[in-house]
């Protein structure tokens, strides 16, 4: 919810401010939005980058269509803070929300954040979440008390319902309402898509935001009986090709109702493959590590943007982004202005997308928990010395610089060859820290 104070005053933005092609403006003054979240899936799991065993033709022709980044990040990851971050546009530090949310957690995100849906409804546009939420699963919480006018889904991961937590049935919800305990998980990914295409087809006259966040890829893994053994790459592969399917689905539609040009839709991932999972996980393809670290197998994301008529086809870039800036990039593009307060930590990213111009910062901070533990800046990533057990790496992981535009599997540690770097850096992240100022206690 936004202060009142805060208002945006919104303007028409003028085209030639958006900087856009002529031949694209009448279309573009107000574009839908479709973000296809998916959790847990991979930096290796798509062809398009690079997997070739799992077949994803339909998102790879999203690619083929659009233009897909290299370097497309998460704010945190994992589920939860990484969901704040996409729909706050500000570092999950900011709201509290920096820890995986569970059935018997009491808190979830406050009224006071302000999210891309509320800002979109503000500019006029109809609102859905489908999937999964994750903010919070207590009424107050709930998409639809924080700018969805609809929602159909699971309030938190498909593998929250432990008996030995005391944990209920897995609830799938429509609106504020549970409508089927258990959740049929071999369904979800199919009525996801059926509710995703039957929204677009509701609003096609109008301006909308869907945010279709899949339970999928998340263990346990689900799929429906037309794709079991469906891929060569196991029941991994299966249920990444019934996504491939979903997003098809979605495709066909807009081409259908001749929404193609009107609609940016984006596609990312939560954050990278649990590796614990083993053949279960997913793939960081050529990244070091996966979910849960701030190594770029955890949060360096499929990252790819389709607007046909506006974003020019087959193009990729190098350029880094990161989720938080979907969130001014799109209140931009919907003819809205940005707020003073609060502060936001995305940035407005349309000139990577129109291929004219550049984020203005190359400044990304990861965290994990609320220890900031990670900077990337321009071609260099610092990661401080930390205590962790993850997969495949020692407990006690030493001070490392990466040259991360040369070295993205993180192989060359080159802290004590550039000490003055990783001084500086270290100082930049600690200047980071000072600036945030009081910050509320993190959420269980
Ligand atoms: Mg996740």
Redesign the pocket.
């Given at each position: 919810m936004r202060p009142a104070s805060l208002f945006i005053v919104f303007i028409v933005i003028c085209h030639l401010e958006l900087g856009l092609p002529s031949s694209c403006r009448a279309e573009t003054s107000t574009p839908n939005f479709i973000i296809i979240f998916i959790?847990?899936m991979g930096y290796g799991d798509l062809g398009c980058y690079g997997n070739t065993t799992t077949r994803t033709p339909n998102i790879d022709r999203m690619a083929a269509e659009g233009l897909r980044f290299t370097s497309f990040y998460t704010s945190c990851p994992?589920?939860t803070p990484?969901r704040a971050g996409l729909l706050t546009g500000r570092y999950p530090i900011r709201s509290g929300l920096t820890r995986v949310l569970f059935p018997s957690s009491k808190d979830g995100i406050e009224d006071k954040e302000w999210t891309l849906a509320e800002g979109l409804k503000e500019r006029g546009y109809s609102t859905a979440c489908i999937g999964k939420w994750h903010l919070g699963h207590l009424p107050e919480f709930l998409p639809t008390r924080h700018g969805f006018d609809s929602y159909f889904g699971i309030p938190y991961s498909n593998d929250m319902d432990l008996v030995q937590r005391a944990e209920p049935p897995l609830p799938l919800m429509r609106n504020e309402a549970i409508i089927e305990q258990p959740a049929n998980q071999d369904t979800l990914t199919r009525r996801y898509t059926e509710e995703a295409v039957g929204f677009i087809e509701a609003q096609k006259d109008q301006p909308f935001f869907l945010y279709l966040a899949h339970t999928m890829v998340?263990v346990p893994l689900h799929v429906s009986p037309e794709f079991k053994g469906h891929s060569a790459s196991g029941l991994y592969g299966d249920v990444v090709e019934e996504i491939d399917w979903s997003v098809g689905q979605i495709l066909a539609a807009l081409e259908r109702l001749h929404l193609d040009e009107k609609t940016l839709v984006v596609f990312t991932s939560?954050?990278g493959p649990w590796l614990i999972m083993k053949d279960h996980g997913g793939s960081a393809g050529p990244l070091r590590n996966g979910?849960g670290t701030t190594f770029e197998g955890g949060v360096r994301e499929p990252g790819i943007f389709r607007w046909k008529g506006t974003i020019a086809p087959n193009r990729v870039t190098d350029e880094p982004a990161v989720n938080l800036d979907l969130f001014p990039t799109f209140l931009l593009l919907s003819g809205g202005t940005l707020p003073e307060n609060p502060v936001l930590d995305g940035e407005d990213i349309r000139g990577i997308l129109l291929g004219n111009g550049h984020r203005a910062s190359q400044n990304f901070f990861f965290f994990h928990r609320e220890n900031l533990q990670a900077y990337r800046s321009g071609d260099w990533k610092l990661k401080r010395a930390s205590v962790e057990k993850t997969v495949n790496e020692p407990d006690l992981l030493p001070t490392m610089l990466f040259h991360i535009s040369d070295d993205i599997s993180e192989k060359n540690n080159l802290a004590d060859k550039f000490p003055d770097r990783v001084k500086q850096m270290e100082q930049e992240m600690q200047a980071f820290e000072a600036s945030l100022g009081d910050l509320p206690p993190g959420k269980r």
């Amino acid at each position: 919810m936004r202060p009142a104070s805060l208002f945006i005053v919104f303007i028409v933005i003028c085209h030639l401010e958006l900087g856009l092609p002529s031949s694209c403006r009448a279309e573009t003054s107000t574009p839908n939005f479709i973000i296809i979240f998916i959790d847990d899936m991979g930096y290796g799991d798509l062809g398009c980058y690079g997997n070739t065993t799992t077949r994803t033709p339909n998102i790879d022709r999203m690619a083929a269509e659009g233009l897909r980044f290299t370097s497309f990040y998460t704010s945190c990851p994992v589920c939860t803070p990484s969901r704040a971050g996409l729909l706050t546009g500000r570092y999950p530090i900011r709201s509290g929300l920096t820890r995986v949310l569970f059935p018997s957690s009491k808190d979830g995100i406050e009224d006071k954040e302000w999210t891309l849906a509320e800002g979109l409804k503000e500019r006029g546009y109809s609102t859905a979440c489908i999937g999964k939420w994750h903010l919070g699963h207590l009424p107050e919480f709930l998409p639809t008390r924080h700018g969805f006018d609809s929602y159909f889904g699971i309030p938190y991961s498909n593998d929250m319902d432990l008996v030995q937590r005391a944990e209920p049935p897995l609830p799938l919800m429509r609106n504020e309402a549970i409508i089927e305990q258990p959740a049929n998980q071999d369904t979800l990914t199919r009525r996801y898509t059926e509710e995703a295409v039957g929204f677009i087809e509701a609003q096609k006259d109008q301006p909308f935001f869907l945010y279709l966040a899949h339970t999928m890829v998340h263990v346990p893994l689900h799929v429906s009986p037309e794709f079991k053994g469906h891929s060569a790459s196991g029941l991994y592969g299966d249920v990444v090709e019934e996504i491939d399917w979903s997003v098809g689905q979605i495709l066909a539609a807009l081409e259908r109702l001749h929404l193609d040009e009107k609609t940016l839709v984006v596609f990312t991932s939560d954050n990278g493959p649990w590796l614990i999972m083993k053949d279960h996980g997913g793939s960081a393809g050529p990244l070091r590590n996966g979910k849960g670290t701030t190594f770029e197998g955890g949060v360096r994301e499929p990252g790819i943007f389709r607007w046909k008529g506006t974003i020019a086809p087959n193009r990729v870039t190098d350029e880094p982004a990161v989720n938080l800036d979907l969130f001014p990039t799109f209140l931009l593009l919907s003819g809205g202005t940005l707020p003073e307060n609060p502060v936001l930590d995305g940035e407005d990213i349309r000139g990577i997308l129109l291929g004219n111009g550049h984020r203005a910062s190359q400044n990304f901070f990861f965290f994990h928990r609320e220890n900031l533990q990670a900077y990337r800046s321009g071609d260099w990533k610092l990661k401080r010395a930390s205590v962790e057990k993850t997969v495949n790496e020692p407990d006690l992981l030493p001070t490392m610089l990466f040259h991360i535009s040369d070295d993205i599997s993180e192989k060359n540690n080159l802290a004590d060859k550039f000490p003055d770097r990783v001084k500086q850096m270290e100082q930049e992240m600690q200047a980071f820290e000072a600036s945030l100022g009081d910050l509320p206690p993190g959420k269980r």
